[in-house]
């Protein structure tokens, strides 16, 4: 029997459909959760560290590494004020005693979006202030495509008070080209992605190339711009043709998540290009775990065996 691409299609939907299952999530997210023992040794791989002092820990490890680094407390949509609020001072304990310069990274439906769009840009605000009196930004994610204009809103607004503020925009939403002029106006830090979330045709492209050449024509026109551009990706022919036409000389980084492609990263830290490892860290992490084996199924198999013999994962050693 061979596997083809078929398969793996198929597979990476099974994987999201398991991401997405309430019943599922919840019973992940209950306390003593079965669920979230027998997979952690898989998560280890992906979710850098279990709480604020161990990813400060992780930073240090990559920073003497020669890497930069963005933070995230790994998680889900939330709409608890309590949550939101513990979100929020995580992150500014986490600030106020990081030894090093950080980015944090966050969606903002986990700091209150859900709740008001003037409850995440409070909240953010609150971080940016903490960020900037420790020389730290943040980077805000982008979420499913509903969400875009109240993001994108919420980052204007903070743009124009905040010298320390960026944000992510997906290249498989047809609305990002018509966005970049506004964006790149802000002069703030841009993370440019392919875009993570199940979008419909007429919303967003698929995977392909058609998706890789509007992703380098995004890149271009940022980088023509003068915007700080961080190409946020694990493509490795999509990095190869940003160095055949010099893009990689007029970004300021490539930036991937921990545990994805890290010897791809290191070649080109090597090769003279500023690198940043993605961290997240927490205990929610069950939609993190499936996202990432979703995008490349054959993972499931380093999954597996991470399970079998979780000594295998040793941080940083890729790097
Ligand atoms: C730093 C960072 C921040 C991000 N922030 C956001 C955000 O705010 N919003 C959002 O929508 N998305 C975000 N993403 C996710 C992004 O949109 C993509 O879903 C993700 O990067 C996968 O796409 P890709 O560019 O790697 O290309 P893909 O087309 O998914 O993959 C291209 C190739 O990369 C390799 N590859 C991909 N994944 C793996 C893997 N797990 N293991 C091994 N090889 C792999 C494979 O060879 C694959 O063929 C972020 C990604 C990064 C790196």
């Known amino acids: ?22 019943e599922l999530r919840s019973a992940f997210a209950a306390p003593g ?10 998560a280890r791989r992906f979710v850098a560290a279990a709480d604020e002092d161990e990813v400060l820990d992780r930073v240090v490890t990559l920073t003497g590494k020669g890497y930069l680094t963005s933070v995230e407390a790994v998680g889900e949509e939330i709409t608890d004020p309590a ?9 500014l304990s986490l600030l106020a005693r990081t030894p090093v310069p950080v980015q944090l990274g966050f969606d903002l439906t986990a700091v209150g979006m859900l709740r008001s769009p003037g409850l995440a840009l409070d909240n953010t605000a609150r971080i940016l202030e903490t960020a900037a009196r420790h020389d730290s930004s943040v980077v805000i994610s982008m979420e499913r ?22 944000v992510t925009v997906q290249a498989h939403l047809h609305r990002t080209a018509d966005d970049l002029p506004a ?29 890789t050449d509007r992703y380098l024509e995004l890149a271009e026109r940022f980088a023509g711009a003068g915007t700080r551009l961080a190409l946020a990706t694990h493509d490795a022919t999509l990095l190869g043709l940003a160095r055949n036409q010099g893009l990689l000389d007029r970004v300021d980084e490539i930036e991937m998540l921990h545990g994805v492609q890290p010897e791809l990263l290191r070649a ?29 199924p054959p993972t499931v198999i380093t999954a597996l065996a991470d399970l079998a013999d979780p000594d295998r994962v040793v941080f940083g050693a890729q790097y």
């Open 1 to 22: 029997m061979t596997i083809d691409s078929t398969d793996f299609g198929a597979a990476g939907r099974s994987l999201r459909s398991f991401a997405a299952n309430p």
């Open 33 to 42: 959760s079965p669920l979230r023992t027998a997979f952690a040794p898989a």
């Open 83 to 91: 949550e939101i609020e513990a979100v929020v001072t995580g992150y």
């Open 145 to 166: 495509s509903e969400l875009v204009d109240d993001i994108l809103d919420v980052f204007f607004k903070l743009a124009q008070h905040h010298d320390n503020v960026g």
């Open 183 to 211: 964006v790149a106006a802000t002069g703030a830090k841009v993370r440019l992605v392919k875009g993570v979330y199940a979008e419909p045709a007429d919303v967003a492209l698929p995977r392909g190339g058609e998706l």
């Open 268 to 296: 080109h830290r090597e090769a003279g290009t500023a690198c940043r490892v993605y961290l997240t860290y927490g205990e929610n992490w069950w939609l993190h775990l499936l996202h990432r084996v979703a995008e490349h």
